[in-house]
């Protein structure tokens, strides 16, 4: 649930730019590392303190500095010092429910984006804040948790041949955002595969808890539109601005991410309509199983009421002997077999009457 | 189901313009074929390799390069090379589930739309994603599957005198996009068909087959929007793009496929209110049924239980030969007739109650 | 139904501009008339043929041609060729289900909407396309079927003092679109009658067709909404476009026309919250009237089924001689009396019980 | 009803202008009244006849022609024609139903508003059309009934020392126009105290007719939203318009009206959800009592039913002299205190069952 | 209630900028502070008068003045004429229920917002309205009652080396919008909280309760919308506006307040968004409740009912010595082992039919 107000850190009142640490560390230690690389030279390596990664801001080369957890403040001031990052940039790269975004800095763009995934074991998306600074020959990646989806971009910049390292920093912005967005569609079949399952269950015979998987279902998509739709104007926003970091020739790669999160989205609305569509027929299907018990109870109690009536009449113990009205059936000498076919004829009309009425 | 997010092929990461094999081949073997034609000159012929193609681009005359199948990548990548094609560009070929869109690239626009069908036995739309390239002087258009709905046109290339031999390589491209846009109207009357259909059986006695009927129109509803609604944008763009690919006696036919595709897309709005107002009023009619149910149930039991109670009471075994307050009435001579006359009295009159509720 | 998607008669492929004659002949013989007039001189004719209005186009004299039935398409063309019509205009004029639009084509503005009548038997609307070419000093109005309701333009065209010959063609078009939409407000009156009643039925004791009525209104509105909506843009379309076919002083006509359309489609909207609110509360008062339905079972139920169980005790044959201990009641004095007493004290309790219950 | 499609009452076809008497005549006798002011000058008199009003046009002081009742014609024409008012607006202010809506005719603003009053009652808003012509020194106000609610500003005009006498006639419109919506706050009150009261019966204790009050409450909001809406535009289009009628230091005033206009419109809204949710609750809380009938039901029945049933059994007549086998239970000492047991057993299991299920 | 409507308490025709008196006083004394400060100064004090206030308007330094308590309309009067307030702005101050709103009054702007807070004992949200005059150098607040949310700043403001010291009065306006925005955050937690309890509820065992606790969940959050809506054009107006009153540095402070207020409304929707969908489970388990009571009655009722039929039969009197014909099963010597049988039988052929069923 909390995802879904994520408390900004800061108290209410506390000056803007103050940093406060995460309530939760999601990784024990942060973990810095750094890429550089141009056409011809390429280097990699793990960081020890955040100084280390100072040097490379002068180079021309592009420099990728990835940094894996939030929780050690100093780490984000040196950087914001030293690469002249806004108080308030840096406030929302650490406190973690920002909505998606994006900054012009004049000198770097801000962008905020969330990484999500599918867990299918207990059926709920997983959001995790990314941040990019880029610069005209820097990007620089937050991450809250370790681990992420980016191994085959760091693979494609070991290749000397690769596209990405003749292109410049803009480019590798765009292949981080390219794969975050393309990891969107696996989110959304596996979502699309519980959408089906559920759906052919409530055509089948579904149980009562299939009511909270539709609602769950609900709340997930309620989740991801919320993390998705803002995708958009930033994503516009990043093609539209006016800033010499995005060079034109990455544009047409950031419209096709353009194109893409406009899919996303449109997915994620028929997949809405479908959850609910799918409720309707759920409540509808329970409405005409209580249609069904209705009938049953209604036939067996019309057939045998009238029976067990007729049956109570004579059971009756008026006494025949003081007058002849007093239940002279029960002396005839057929009365027995007369009353059951009475009671056959009966039940028998009732039962034609219930087909006739198609509830049989 | 899965036509609903059609997986973007390549995995997160991947270079963009990395064509992948689509995962199902649609059809056994590319088929190339071209027409090449201007108002005294007609040629067509099908192809074996796509080089044969390439000569073509460099004549005067309109070239209609035809290719159905999209599993032979270099087939792809030739053309890209040789028409000088964006890598993207080949790459949203390649994988079929794209958005309907235009891009400008100046030397040429790509548009992307879906050829629908609607398969009326497994009442279900099957999309097709096609690609247009408009040149100056070629228009290329890939198919995923064979055979298409395209055949009128090519009657027309035949003959010397149509309007198509007279004018530029915008005019087919538009009789494309018509071709396809005036196919949705078939598919609008065949689904108008099977609502109006549903309509009438919820109206009359609705089976509960009929709630899966609602739920699988509602779903190609969503479908058939999706697929409609961004084209609306597509020949918007087309009509206000700045380009001299599309010239301005052309602009006046995108007009009218425009008009054709709101007209598509208000019907769909309607379609979609209509199944859903058919849905409440089969909703509703499940309700009025259970209440028939429950009229019967409760008259039959409010009549007889009253009387059962009655016979119940004159069987029961008190002595009276104990006392005279001992059920005296069993040796009354006319016990039995009162009794029977006043169980006829409280049947009539409970009847006449219902009959005064209006429940018979 | 089939006003919805009214088939676009030329099959996918065809040539724009390829005239087919209307599936249903609505008229057996076209009928053509025609008004000339202007200040001083008034003229109407019958035509015999189309020949006979062409030389009327050169006079400077305002000419309204007035053409009942489509069916010959013929004179479609030789107007078309005369009038300098596009071809894509014939052919909307043709082909009957075009949505309300207006084309500017220099020459002459294209205008289409849709004459509506309510037929108050069937309770259905009924739609007729109305195409008015507007020139410089013509007006030609294309209908589906015989009959109108301009009687009263044409009775004041008769009339030497009225405005309408005072005035140039684009008032002549003002009036018959003001004519058109003025109507839909009767159409509008009608409708709200039967949705007065349809609610009085409602709020009184709704049989069960009203669901039928209730679901037919709404399509009624889906139908005349779909109708309407567009004419808003049309008449706007009318008052922005830069042409010299409306002059200054005939734009505050239009904008009253406007006005009117926006109060249409108010009202519309205002009719469809309405109805789908009178749905609600039909649906709710069938819950209410199930509900009073299980109170009466469930109270003659309770109060029975206890009492017959306590006759069905002392109907029991325990036989009182083998022991003391066996329904000692049957042989004691009081007994018939007293199990009586408790009958009535159960009854009444459970009566009391229902009453607090407010049920009673 | 007929407040929402109040018969725009030209007849379709008849000329534009044409004025035609009010269907019902809300007033005996049209009312003229008329204020002359400027800062040191006072005058107010009753008119006989519009005539009177004529001479005020050329006088530099402020006036305002107040006129109660629609029904006298000649009154319109002559006011018309005196004071250049366009036909079209003559026609607009003689029927009743029009749409608020503010036109500019240069010369003078024509503003059309509807003033309404809850008839707490009858629960429902009456409206009234109040049409304001706002000239260079004088505003017109015409009313189609006797009586209004501007006694105050007129108690202003008569004090030397206010705002008003000191301010042009734009200020004069503003306050009439203000003292509207103004009143619209106490018709807000007043519905937020049923809707209140409605939401307290619901949460309690629900009788039917409760349905038909939200219904009711609903239809209310629909009338009153369509008449406050349009507002939105007329007073931002009042704001915006470039005319010399209004002066840039009444603009602030109108702001003000503008902000409390958006102001009922939210409210409105927030009514509509109000009301909407509160139907929500209504019909489950029907569901829920339907539930609790249902349980008693099936309490009483399922506790009675099998108890009865053994009953029953000993209530058999088998022969126990034609062999052991016969009812052997009717002959032992115990039987019945032991059958009694037995049924007390069953009672109380069903009971604890019932209970552990919540149900009692 | 009456939260929705706040009477605007000028009653309709009073003159514009006539102050009335609240209708409750919030607060015994109005309470008036004073800070002022710059860089090197910072003067606190409380204010007997008013007047005392005038003295610092002159000097450089940013004043705040801080005005608890609205009821003395001679503060309000007096601070209106020393600073040149408009007097509507005085009236919007004084009367409670103003929608969010900025005015630019070039020499001040005005700003309207209101500050929330929840009280978890009566799960409602109060709402207090806050007014700031941002002037060059001073910035007025006045508040409804005692006691806020500002004493961080006011700690801030103490301290000689703090930003806000060192910042004009632009950047303490911008600290007051972003503690009472930061603050909406601590109001969407606890209505998060209070929503997923009600979500947990309904997925367990829901009581009937659940269904007002819903309601009002929804009912806080129409209101929370109606409140923070209009902020979003609020901060984006201050954002816009052209005025030297908000300095270029301060913008990059008012974007990241536009970001939180994004923000909240994005996380009221989708709380709304969760509000409905429980309400449509609580709906859905109501029915399956239902359901499974159904089930038990007929369960009960469809086994017992012909068991005590046949029961009844053989409690029937006939008179086995008048003819073989009548009960001959009486005088069979296993005719009661049997008919216990047949009867065991039946229910277990029952118990069985339900189990297929799955209702057991």
């Given at each position: 649930m909390s995802r879904f107000y994520k408390?900004?850190?800061?108290?209410?009142?506390?000056?803007?730019?103050t940093l406060l640490p995460p309530e939760e560390r999601k990784v024990t230690k942060v973990r810095l590392s750094l890429f550089d690389y141009d056409e011809r030279r390429f280097e990699e390596k793990e960081l020890q303190t955040v100084e280390e990664a100072f040097p490379f801001k002068e180079k021309p080369t592009v420099t990728w500095l990835n940094i894996e957890g939030?929780?050690?403040?100093d780490i984000l001031e040196k950087i914001g010092r030293n690469f002249n990052i806004h108080l308030l940039v840096l406030e929302d790269i650490a406190s973690a429910g920002q909505r998606p975004k994006v900054e012009n800095h004049d000198d770097y763009l801000y962008i905020v984006l969330r990484m999500l995934d599918y867990d299918q074991e207990r059926k709920t998306i997983q959001g995790e804040q990314l941040s990019i600074i880029l610069g005209s020959n820097f990007v620089i990646l937050f991450q809250e948790r370790e681990g992420d989806i980016f191994n085959v971009i760091r693979e494609r910049l070991r290749?000397?041949?690769?596209?990405i390292r003749k292109s410049p920093a803009d480019y590798l912005a765009y292949r981080l955002l390219d794969t975050v967005v393309d990891y969107y569609f696996v989110i959304l079949e596996k979502l699309g595969e519980d959408i089906e399952e559920v759906e052919e269950q409530v055509m089948g015979d579904p149980s009562e808890d299939i009511l909270h998987d539709i609602h769950r279902l609900k709340r997930e998509l309620i989740y991801l539109r919320k993390s998705v739709w803002p995708l958009r104007e930033v994503i516009n926003g990043l093609i539209r601005e006016d800033t010499r970091l995005i060079q034109d020739t990455t544009d047409v790669f950031f419209k096709d991410v353009y194109d893409h999160t406009i899919q996303v989205i449109d997915t994620v609305e028929s997949f809405r309509d479908m959850v609910s569509g799918t409720m309707d027929v759920y409540l509808s299907s329970v409405s005409n199983k209580m249609n069904e018990v209705m009938k049953i109870l209604t036939i067996m109690a019309s057939i045998f009421i009238p029976l067990t009536f007729i049956a109570g009449i004579y059971g009756m113990n008026f006494n025949p002997e003081v007058s002849?009205?007093?239940?002279?059936e029960l002396n005839w000498s057929l009365g027995y077999p007369f009353t059951l076919s009475l009671m056959l004829v009966m039940a028998f009309g009732l039962i034609f009457y219930f087909k006739k009425k198609k509830w049989l």
């Open positions: 408390r900004i850190r800061k108290r209410a009142g506390l000056s803007p730019g939030l929780h050690e403040l290749n000397n041949e690769s596209r002849p009205w007093n239940m002279p």
